[in-house]
C-alpha cells in the first residue's frame, strides 16, 4: 500500500517548517503509524551522517530519530551545501556529486534531479504509513516556481495535503498568508487544507478575530495556533545563530567564558550546542578580534571552505590574536576545517577549495593538511588518547571533511584512536590545543563536563560532579516535549482527516 502524505510548507523561511515536521514524525510514531521524513532538496550547512556513511540534511536525520526509523538518503536526496558566494556543493543520495553555481544548477540540473526525487520518494511510500514531506522557503517565489523541486511540484507528485505555516513573531502574518496564497495558482491553492499560525507570544483570544478573517478570507481553516516553544532540538541552517540558543546572557554573568569564531562559512555548528547548556559556561560568538577579550576557551568551528575562512581569519586579525590567546593561557579547540586551520601547512592541489593554492596555518598544531576531492563521511567511534582527561572514554561521532591530515607524531599526540585503527587529530604535548575532525564531541557528555571541570579546576573553581544525563536521553525528552506541544495546539483531528487515516490503538 502506498503512504498516504502530508506537507508542510511555509510563507517564508525560518517560520518553523522543521520543527513541525519533527513533531508530526513523533506524533504519528507515538501514534504506531509507520512514519518517515522527505525533504527531496535541502540547502543546509548542518548535515547529518546516515550510518551507510551518506550526508542528508541534519533536519532530516532529527526528523528520522523522531520518527524513530533510520535515516536513509532517501529521506533528502538532493543536499547543497553553500561553498562560495553563488556556488554550492551539490551532494546526491548522499554523495558527493558536483560543485555548482546557481545558474548551472537551475538550468542543467533541476530536471535530471526530479527522476531522483521521485524515486526516493516512491520507495519510502512502500514502506511507511505516512510520508512527512518537508518544503523549502515559500512555495511562492515567483522567480523560483519554474524549477522548482521541493514545494508544490513534490506536493503534487506525492499527491500531499499541504499545510501552511506562518511565523507570528516575525510580525506581518495575515499579510504573509494572504500574499502566500495570491501567488499561487489555482490548483496548488486547492492543496492547502489548512494554515498554522506558528511561535504565538501572548493571550490566544487576542487573535480570534483575526483568525476568524482569515478562514472566512480564504475559506481554509486555521488548524493551529502553536505558542512560541524554545526546545533543544538541533538547528538546520546558520539563521539559528541569531535565533532563542543563541540568544544568552552576556558572558559577564559566567564564570566560564567561551569563545567561537563566527566564521563566514560556518557549517555544523550545532557541535558547540551542549556547551550552552554545561553549568556556569557562557557561549558567545564573535567576528572581530574587538570582542575576542580574553575567553577561557576560544573554540574555531567547521567551515564549508577551509581555505576562504583561513583567509578571512588573518584579513580579520585572528591569526594574531589567537596566537597570543594560546601564550596568555586559554584552550584552543578545532573542530573539522577548524582543525586543519590550527595546522601549519595546507596544500590544495586539485583545487578542491578554490584556485589551487598552499597557505600556512595558525601552526598551532603540527599538522599538514592536503585537499582532496574525495570526501570523508561516516559515523565513527573512539577512545581517548591518554592524559587529555583524567579517565578513560569512548567516545561516538562523526566525520564530514574533505582534505587528509597528517600529525608530527612526536610533537603531539593524537585526540582518538578509532575503532577502526585509525588516529584522529592532534593534541599539543602542553595539552591546551586540540584539534579534531570529530563531529558531535561535545554532544558525548560525559567528556564535556570533564574537559570544562579541567578549566574550573584551573580557575579555582570547585568541580561539577552531578549526574549526566546521555545526549539521547535529552534528545528523547525534546522529541516528546515538541510532540505533546505541537499536538496540544494542532487541531490533530483534522490532521489525520488529511492523510486519510486513524490513530491505532495503543497496547
Keep these: 500500500m502506498t503512504a498516504q502524505a502530508i506537507m508542510v510548507q511555509g510563507t517564508a523561511s525560518d517560520v518553523g517548517k522543521s520543527l513541525i515536521c519533527t513533531a508530526l514524525c513523533r506524533i504519528f510514531s507515538n501514534d504506531r503509524l509507520r512514519v518517515a521524513p522527505f525533504k527531496s532538496q535541502n540547502m543546509a550547512l548542518n548535515s547529518f551522517v546516515t550510518i551507510d556513511g551518506g550526508e542528508i540534511g541534519r533536519a532530516q536525520g532529527v526528523q528520522a530519530e523522531a520518527a524513530r526509523v533510520i535515516a536513509t538518503t532517501d529521506m533528502n536526496p538532493i543536499l547543497l551545501k553553500p561553498k562560495q558566494d553563488m556556488v554550492s556543493e551539490v551532494i546526491v543520495h548522499g554523495k558527493h556529486f558536483l560543485d555548482m553555481n546557481a545558474q548551472s544548477y537551475r538550468n542543467d540540473f533541476v530536471q535530471e534531479a526530479m527522476p531522483i526525487v521521485e524515486q526516493s520518494l516512491r520507495r519510502l511510500q512502500e514502506e511507511h504509513d505516512v510520508i512527512v514531506l518537508e518544503g523549502a522557503g515559500s512555495p511562492a517565489e515567483i522567480n523560483l516556481k519554474a524549477r522548482d523541486i521541493v514545494n508544490m511540484r513534490m506536493a503534487h507528485l506525492a499527491d500531499a495535503a499541504v499545510i501552511l505555516v506562518a511565523d507570528i513573531d516575525r510580525g506581518g502574518v495575515f499579510a504573509s498568508i494572504i500574499g502566500t496564497l495570491a501567488l499561487l495558482e489555482e490548483e496548488e491553492r486547492k492543496r492547502v487544507k489548512g494554515i498554522v499560525i506558528n511561535k504565538f507570544r501572548g493571550m490566544r483570544e487576542l487573535l480570534d478575530d483575526g483568525v476568524k478573517w482569515l478562514e472566512k478570507e480564504t475559506g481554509i481553516p486555521v488548524i493551529g495556533v502553536i505558542p512560541y516553544l524554545d526546545v533543544a532540538i538541533d538547528a538546520e541552517d546558520s539563521l539559528a545563530l541569531s535565533s532563542l540558543r543563541f540568544k544568552k ?259
Design 249 to 507: 546572557p552576556k558572558q559577564g554573568e559566567f564564570a566560564i567564558d567561551v569563545a567561537v569564531v563566527s566564521l563566514p562559512r560556518i557549517s555544523n555548528f550545532t557541535d558547540i550546542d551542549p556547551l550552552f547548556e554545561e553549568p556556569d559556561v557562557g557561549v558567545r560568538f564573535v567576528r572581530s578580534i574587538k570582542e575576542l577579550g580574553h575567553p577561557d576557551m576560544l573554540i574555531i568551528p567547521g567551515t564549508k571552505n577551509t581555505m576562504a575562512d583561513l583567509k578571512w581569519l588573518r584579513g580579520k586579525g585572528f591569526d594574531e590574536a589567537i596566537a597570543g590567546l594560546y601564550q596568555q593561557g586559554s584552550r584552543i579547540v578545532g573542530i573539522c576545517g577548524g582543525f586543519q586551520i590550527l595546522g601549519c601547512e595546507l596544500f590544495d592541489p586539485e583545487a578542491v577549495e578554490g584556485n589551487g593554492e598552499t597557505a600556512q596555518g595558525l601552526s598551532l598544531l603540527p599538522i599538514k593538511t592536503v585537499f582532496h576531492k574525495e570526501k570523508e563521511t561516516r559515523q565513527m567511534t573512539g577512545s581517548l588518547s591518554k592524559g587529555i582527561i583524567s579517565e578513560a572514554m569512548t567516545l561516538s561521532g562523526y566525520e564530514i571533511h574533505l582534505g587528509r591530515t597528517e600529525r608530527e607524531v612526536k610533537a603531539a599526540k593524537p585526540f582518538l584512536k578509532l575503532e577502526d585503527g585509525r588516529e584522529d587529530g592532534a593534541v599539543s604535548n602542553d595539552g591546551r590545543v586540540l584539534g579534531t575532525y570529530f563531529h558531535g564531541i561535545f554532544h558525548n557528555r560525559a567528556f564535556t563536563r570533564a574537559f570544562m571541570n579541567q578549566i574550573r579546576r584551573q580557575k579555582g573553581m570547585k568541580e561539577i560532579t552531578d549526574a549526566i544525563r546521555s545526549d539521547a536521553d535529552r534528545r528523547e525528552e525534546a522529541y516528546n516535549l515538541l510532540a505533546e506541544h505541537v499536538r496540544s495546539h494542532l487541531n490533530m483531528e483534522q490532521v489525520y482527516e488529511l492523510i486519510q487515516q486513524k490513530p491505532l490503538v495503543k497496547e
